[in-house]
């Protein structure tokens, strides 16, 4: 793991970072984690702060196995927290959207939730989309396809080329590198908190007002194809996008899976690999499971971050910083755009030339 890019400037920074850490072994979906005697025993005694980042995100996941991972592992972990003579705070994070139903979300703890803050000082962390980094570990690193890449990236190949989204509502995205460090300052802020007596508090980091729309997104990163075009493109990159869900799915039909259809059966022909119906099976599938995150919007409270903002020093603040007030939006997604052709599909300027001349034709 630690031999990814990832990690290659903590390990100039810090040479010795590998000594800092105790892997443990555990499975999420096993009783009690199936920690060993002396692990679980390490956890108790040792561990201050836990930041609870395990989940299931796949929204087309069956209850049950989503129930398991997060639901049932979350009560684990309170189980466990119980034990630990210096905890001091648990940070966990959660989805936004698992409220969906309501378009106003604001920052509250529901009666099911009163017994985790008698056992441990609580927050719940709710984030947007969460997408490449900003600044850090380095600008534009990425390491998966989830949220609007599972279908911007297909589209940018020419694979696909229609959408089902609202193109006037806002992107709910955000960089993963600005939510861990609110994460960070959200574990000091409830401790300072509690010990003043406060309540359990709920942090919205979410999107701005003034975050893009989809169609500010999914076109700008077409702009910036047509001066960097992917070399492994299939056919020319086209997005087309509908706010009706019958004729999307007619054209889909038509420019998906028929095109697809017939390029397997050539392949066939040709003893090669049938692959296309599958792959688009796979990002229909992927489609479906986000549109309702594409054609709804969401307003959210974000009162206790813009708080826990201004207690932090100058200092924390340009060490932590998560505030997306004047957030460059335009060079983020320029970032964006290079960071999905490094890092997703390990393309660098060397292709650049080829990749023009082969976009040009």
């Given at each position: 793991m630690f031999e990814k890019p990832l990690f290659d400037r903590v390990k100039k920074e810090v040479p010795n970072f590998r000594k800092k850490i105790v892997p443990i072994i555990g499975n999420l979906v096993l009783e009690d984690f199936g920690l060993s005697e002396?692990?679980?025993?390490?956890?108790?005694?040792?561990?201050?702060?836990?930041?609870?980042l395990a989940a299931n995100v796949r929204f087309n996941e069956n209850i049950k196995s989503a129930t398991i991972i997060n639901v049932n592992a979350t009560a684990t972990i309170l189980k466990l927290a119980k034990h630990m003579p210096n905890l001091k705070v648990i940070p966990l994070f959660?989805?936004?959207?698992?409220?969906?139903?309501?378009?106003?979300?604001f920052s509250r703890l529901?009666?099911?939730?009163?017994?985790?803050r008698t056992v441990m000082l609580n927050i719940l962390k709710s984030d947007s989309t969460l997408l490449s980094s900003a600044n850090e570990p380095f600008v534009g690193w990425m390491e998966n396809m989830f949220g609007p890449l599972g279908?911007?990236?297909p589209s940018l190949l020419g694979i696909t080329r229609f959408y089902h989204y609202n193109p006037d509502f806002r992107a709910d995205i955000v960089p993963v590198d600005f939510t861990v460090n609110a994460l960070i300052a959200s574990s000091w802020e409830v401790f300072n908190q509690f010990r003043r007596g406060k309540d359990t508090l709920i942090y919205n980091f979410v999107s701005p007002v003034d975050g893009p729309t989809w169609h500010k997104y999914a076109y700008t990163l077409f702009d910036i194809n047509k001066m960097y075009p992917l070399?492994?493109?299939?056919?020319?990159?086209?997005?087309?996008?509908?706010q009706r869900k019958i004729p999307y799915r007619i054209c889909v039909w038509l420019g998906h899976f028929l095109p697809a259809l017939l390029i397997d059966a050539i392949n066939i022909c040709m003893n090669r690999n049938p692959r296309m119906w599958k792959l688009c099976k796979k990002v229909d599938k992927f489609s479906n499971a986000i549109q309702p995150f594409c054609?709804?919007?969401?307003n959210?409270?974000?009162?206790?971050?813009?708080?826990?903002?201004?207690?932090?020093?100058?200092?924390d603040q340009q060490l932590f910083n998560f505030s997306m007030v004047g957030f460059d939006w335009t060079k983020y997604l320029i970032d964006h755009y290079m960071g999905l052709r490094l890092y997703l599909l390990n393309e660098d300027d060397s292709s650049l030339q080829i990749s023009r001349i082969k976009y040009r034709r």
């Open positions: 002396s692990d679980n025993n390490t956890l108790i005694n040792q561990v201050s702060i836990i930041f609870h959660n989805m936004c959207f698992s409220n969906n139903n309501r378009k106003k979300l529901f009666t099911c939730q009163q017994l985790m279908l911007i990236v070399h492994n493109a299939i056919y020319f990159p086209l997005a087309f996008y509908f054609n709804n919007e969401w959210f409270s974000t009162d206790n971050v813009q708080a826990m903002w201004s207690h932090l020093s100058e200092d």
